[in-house]
């Protein structure tokens, strides 16, 4: 059995300790990093969740310590007293790398086998492996490092949110399915059989009906869940910051977040950022940058060459132009040396993954000019082209066509930031943060052959567009606005229609009745004719903010145990069978299994 | 259409102005208590989260903005721009009452219909009508105070363990289900068809999971589900304050939550709290006060008198004894004017609910003695019962036995705590700490015919009880400790087992092999093989604690949207039926339905 810690007392974190105890008596504790037995001296790196202290063993050593410090083998849990001391070779790499531990008294407190992976930063293991271990890939100071941060900017954004008098309220998880909510989970009840809650995609209604309450300012940071394919950087189950405020509008809620990126880059990054944000919008960064979360860490911005089209017989760009779409073009200034001509074979099979038909070019060299589409058109076409785009020797044209302006924003907008990867342009450890305002309130669905909310039915329009609710819904704006934060959506919100007459407007203009409106969001609409404040509200991605704050590649970096794309956890391997019985006792039956598992 | 906001912005809430802000002009904002309206005089009180505040028009007022006011009706939402004066009739009920604003500007942003009760304190509309309207309910000053300092708490909660190195780290929701989890709720997945995940009971074994991790020391602030047949104080999902420290026994945890007790109530009660905790082990709490959560902010202790009457003839105390129950007393001092006979007739059927068969009484009035039993009993039995209860003329003896104790502990126990509220033995604004520690680690189950872990199996038996694991089941001791408020459990937890040796003890001892425990807990059983450290844990009941801190009778009063009895909410009316094409999609049916809804 494996030695107790009765009356042993750590007094210290590994890194607690330096130069300046040198003589002190301490207990340390911790896994055994490392272990190097040199015969008549033994060193051992004791890790915490601090970081690395050497305990060291010598000739003075006590025999019984000695033997036992011989038997210690990577991730064995110890607890060690000695006196710290200065070390001989001194270790440049770690914070404690001038002191060591001559230890006098050791404990081993938990044994262990060989685990599957080295615990270390360095380790090149599959993802899948590690999640599988991940209460060992847990024991990386890399994950390590990311979780205590992901702590600390919770802290920071509590204690910023409360000083501005938020109030911390909770909203329940078991919540009543909506029909609008095609991918809520549901939780079969065992006291109603037939019935069903859902867990909700955001505490959305819950916190406008606390705005209803008098709340006045609500703040929490609320799991949240959706049960949709996975993209790569979703999760079944997922974390917002969630807030709301009465009697506030944009400029309130712009303001206090602002404040709250302010404080947070600070005290988590010690990074200073300008406020307030730029605001850019929603036509504006679509026009320039071909995305409603513009990256403008760098250039590479669209230019409009549609009217410069209007004639042209080149088939490609004139089909784009009659049939309603656009032609547009970054011009790569200086990059054609490094975009090759196959380099450029590379970035069209790029955009076609964004349904794009193709990628038009024109190469200037040094050398010599070759280009995809000049030859198509006529010298005017040509000239008052290159003349709008600016176009020197050097630089690389590239051009997208597209009947449906969709596929030339989204094509282009990821061909710039992939452009800016490629080449470079994005600078390490520069954070860019901007706000995108004047959203369509509306967007037309093909799949329902209707407009809907863009965000959702309670956004309020802009005052402006209020009379257009009904009659022209394509160039209505929303007052809704959305956080940028390094070309990723970090968070959005709007202001909140808080009359009943103007609500019941928008329902009709979404093509239902405010019986229908009923059905769907039943007691919300009662709540509503009680007396509404004017309210406003937002709400962050936490995982996903916390992700770009600490410049991982993935949210599975930054959340403790994540769910991997199928949607299944590989450590505990759930979702899982369950018993009969447990289904019985619901009154419900499977009735369709997976037939092959999706790869885990 | 309501006035909107635009360019108009609230300055202070109502209670921030006071007599030092008479001359300022300032906008403030709310809903409408009441209106009077005398004429030439109008005065309006306007409710915001902080309280009351007095709007004045008058003569002076211009005509349009009083006929405004004129309109006004309880709960529309205004704001309002004016001078701060002092007021003529001083209102000493509150805060502001020395103030009013005479009022140049009025904005009615929110219209109100008449809300189905008024919006008061001393409202005593049934409390399902207040959920049905919880957004109405909810504006009550009253819930809004306890909202509010349920925020309060859970702030000062966090500050004080992350002072203390807590790490707060966000553990999943969706989990796998355990076979032991016969009150799990289960959610089925849309991407496996024919799985479940679970929804967690506690935290418990991704806590243990983060300390083999190295973290340290967790907390969270984690809700729990537990699908079971609600009983008054229960609610399908509640709130734990969760955490768990490494290298730590119970001496630790047990000084970091007295910490956190003496901070919460200093911090939001103004109340100083003596630490440490009295600690009273498990067999004496259940000795003298009939509980492991006793009460003991007043006597009435119970008494052993078994041994007194090893040889009655009276049949009710001879069979108790002979079959190995007790009997036991409470002398009721001085109460016998109190509690007649007809008082007495009532605590008999008190504790018959409690599964005792009769309470036998001596009440000892100056006026004479009447006796329920004595008469059964020899005249040394008798004298030897009163000598030992300290009998003196005014008191009441009340007895019961049976041959189970825990008939007589729960009898007694509940009837000690009813008698102090009858006869007002407890002090209002007492709060009153323990620690009950040293509880048994089996507790034999009827229903299974076996032992079963009373805590959880990962608790640690005491150091010296570790060798009777597999011999004397009844009298192993755990390393486990609840923490006990004016009688009812706050908090509770234990020292684990961190040895994966003696874990694998403790589960043969619990009748399954390590085969079996591997089937039910899984990873978990292979995460202790690589290196764990001792750890011990504890969470509190955040609704519970909430509840008791703030004196009110329900958690429902301090939880913003709680659920009944039934497990359904009675605001949006879930759980229930959903769509059969979101069935379809999930792969189940539902194969037994409610008849009857069980009332709401």
């Known amino acids: 059995m494996a030695d107790t810690m009765n009356g042993f007392k750590r007094t210290h974190y590994c890194t607690d300790l330096n130069e300046g105890d040198?003589?002190?008596?301490?207990?340390?504790?911790?896994?055994?990093?490392k272990a190097r037995n040199l015969g008549n001296l033994m060193f051992v790196d004791l890790r915490?969740?601090?970081?690395?202290?050497?305990?060291?063993?010598?000739?003075?050593?006590?025999r019984a310590v000695f033997e036992k410090a011989e038997g210690l083998r990577a991730e064995y849990v110890v607890m060690a007293k000695g006196d710290v001391r200065a070390r001989e070779a001194v270790n440049?790499?770690?914070?404690?790398?001038?002191?060591?531990?001559?230890?006098r008294e050791l404990r081993i407190v938990g044994k262990a086998?060989?685990?599957?992976?080295?615990?270390?930063?360095?380790?090149?293991?599959?993802?899948?492996?590690?999640?599988?271990?991940?209460?060992l890939d847990l024991r990386r100071s890399e994950m390590q490092k990311a979780l205590q941060l992901r702590h600390k900017i919770v802290k920071v954004a509590r204690d910023y949110y409360d000083e501005n008098g938020f109030l911390e309220i909770e909203t329940p998880i078991l919540i009543k399915s909506t029909p609008e909510g095609a991918r809520d989970y549901l939780v079969p009840s065992r006291v109603h059989n037939g019935k069903f809650y859902a867990l909700p995609q955001s505490p959305q209604l819950y916190k406008q009906l606390l705005m209803l309450s008098g709340f006045d300012r609500y703040m929490q940071i609320a799991r949240c869940f959706r049960d949709e394919d996975l993209r790569a950087d979703r999760?079944?189950?997922?974390?917002q910051i969630d807030l709301e405020m009465s009697f506030a509008d944009e400029e309130d809620v712009m303001a206090v977040n602002e404040g709250f990126m302010k404080r947070v880059m600070k005290q988590v990054l010690d990074i200073d950022i300008q406020t307030p944000f730029r605001r850019i919008p929603y036509a504006e960064a679509m026009?320039?940058?071909?995305?409603?979360?513009?990256?403008?860490?760098?250039?590479?911005?669209?230019?409009?060459l549609t009217d410069l089209l209007a004639g042209t017989e080149f088939k490609v760009f004139a089909g784009a132009v009659s049939e309603g779409g656009s032609v547009r073009a970054i011009n790569v200034k200086g990059a054609a040396s490094t975009l090759t001509r196959k380099e450029i074979d590379k970035l069209v099979e790029f955009v076609k993954t964004y349904k794009a038909k193709g990628l038009a070019y024109t190469r200037l060299t040094a050398d010599g000019e070759s280009s995809s589409y000049e030859k198509f058109l006529s010298e005017e076409e040509k000239n008052a082209i290159r003349a709008r785009l600016d176009a020197q020797t050097g630089d690389v044209l590239l051009i997208v066509a597209d009947a449906k302006n969709s596929v030339v924003y989204d094509a282009l907008g990821a061909l710039r930031c992939h452009l800016a990867e490629r080449l470079g342009l994005i600078e390490k450890d520069t954070f860019d943060f901007l706000w995108v305002t004047d959203f369509p309130l509306f967007e037309y669905s093909e799949e329902e052959g209707r407009f809907m909310a863009k965000h959702h039915p309670f956004t309020m329009p802009k005052a402006e567009d209020i009379s257009m609710v009904e009659t022209d819904k394509e160039h209505c704006l929303a007052r809704a606005y959305d956080m940028v934060m390094n070309g990723c959506e970090v968070g959005g919100g709007s202001v909140r229609i808080n009359d009943p007459e103007l609500q019941e407007r928008m329902f009709r203009a979404l093509g239902f009745t405010l019986e229908d409106a009923r059905e769907k969001f039943g007691f919300l609409i009662d709540a509503y004719q009680y007396g509404a404040p004017p309210h406003s509200g937002m709400a962050f991605g936490l995982d996903r903010l916390v992700m770009l704050m600490l410049q991982k590649d993935s949210i599975r970096d930054v959340i403790a145990f994540p769910k991997v794309q199928n949607a299944s956890e590989l450590m505990s391997h759930c979702p899982d069978v369950v018993e009969p019985k447990a289904l019985d006792e619901l009154g419900i039956a499977v009735v369709h299994e997976e037939t092959e598992t999706p790869a885990e």
């Open 113 to 135: 086998q060989t685990p599957p992976f080295e615990i270390t930063d360095t380790t090149n293991v599959k993802e899948e492996l590690r999640l599988r271990y991940r209460y």
């Open 22 to 33: 040198i003589g002190r008596e301490v207990i340390v504790a911790g896994w055994v990093q």
């Open 48 to 62: 915490d969740r601090t970081g690395i202290l050497q305990l060291a063993f010598d000739d003075a050593t006590d």
């Open 235 to 239: 999760q079944p189950e997922f974390t």
């Open 287 to 304: 026009d320039r940058f071909g995305s409603d979360k513009p990256d403008t860490r760098f250039g590479l911005e669209l230019t409009d």
């Open 92 to 103: 440049h790499d770690i914070p404690t790398g001038k002191i060591e531990i001559f230890v």
